[in-house]
């Protein structure tokens, strides 16, 4: 999705200067992680994971995220 689509669908989204994990919360339960591109124009659907931690504190690739389903 496009930032702005994600914007208006009312999610909170964590931009960092580079590379950025954008979480978005859904009934306070599961987490959808994205990660985003320079430019932030588009974000990547990655994997669905039930703990904040598992991805951020984990040194994973794109490739090594894409197979996390």
Do not use: A, F, K, P
Request: charged fraction near 15%; hydrophobic fraction near 35%.
């Amino acid at each position: 999705m496009l930032y702005s689509e994600l914007i208006v669908l009312g999610y909170d989204i964590t931009i960092e200067e580079y590379y950025s994990i954008t979480i978005l919360h859904y009934h306070n339960t599961v987490h959808l992680y994205y990660i985003t591109m320079l430019y932030y124009d588009i974000t990547i659907d990655c994997s669905m994971m039930r703990s904040q931690e598992t991805l951020i504190s984990s040194q994973y690739s794109l490739c090594d995220i894409t197979t996390l389903y």
